[in-house]
């Protein structure tokens, strides 16, 4: 199977559960870790920062994104990052389902993207189902959040410190909690 044949079955939410699939993902797995091992285990000036990303992600990233490792990823290559992101320390991206993060998009520490999650009758419990994490333009998300497969959060969104984020969170709005919860709209003269 080809990095392209997952991406592709992947975008349909199909079972991951085949020998060919669990091998190509063993394999991105082994090199996520050795470009992460690199990122995490030195100094790295920002620029030297974006070429690891985007060798990681095996696309550029914008001059613009900004890093303060240490970064995990078990996949990398189904991470889609916009112009003026940070991404702050000790976050980390299950990305196997995608995970794409607009334009202006603030990530606090130690925030978790996971995009997978396992089916729940115990003998098939190893096979894993995939959806992607959107955030729009502007979002912000709060340390300790974890985002979970399948969620949407429009722009502007703000994800508080510490929320578990089960389904999409509007535009303009503020959710926190665990589960996350609507708290609130953001006023106009609040948003960019």
């Known amino acids: 199977m080809t ?10 939410g199909g079972a991951l559960n085949t020998s060919e699939i ?5 394999k991105m797995s082994d090199e996520a870790r050795r470009v992460t091992c690199e990122i995490n285990n030195a100094y790295h000036s920002q620029e030297e920062l974006r070429a690891l990303m985007s060798h990681l992600l095996g696309k550029p990233v914008d001059e613009t994104f900004k890093l303060f490792p240490p970064f995990y990823t078990d996949f990398g290559k189904n ?4 112009r003026n992101v ?14 794409t993060i607009g334009d202006g998009c603030l990530i606090g520490h130690n925030v978790v993207f996971a995009t997978l999650d ?31 497969r399948g969620v949407t ?17 509007a535009a303009n709005t503020v959710v926190g909690g665990v589960p996350a919860r609507y708290i609130r709209n953001i006023d106009e003269g609040e948003r960019q």
């Open 118 to 148: 396992h089916d729940m009758a115990p003998e098939k419990r190893s096979v894993m189902y995939p959806a992607p994490i959107r955030l729009g333009k502007n979002v912000w998300v709060g340390s300790n959040s974890t985002i979970l």
């Open 22 to 26: 669990y091998r190509l993902m063993d």
């Open 3 to 12: 990095l392209d044949e997952f991406l592709n079955h992947v975008a349909t």
């Open 153 to 169: 959060v429009g722009d502007n969104a703000i994800i508080a410190a510490g929320a578990v984020v089960t389904k999409d969170v």
């Open 79 to 82: 991470i889609t990052i916009g």
């Open 86 to 99: 940070f991404i702050n320390a000790c976050c980390h991206f299950q990305d196997h389902g995608g995970v």
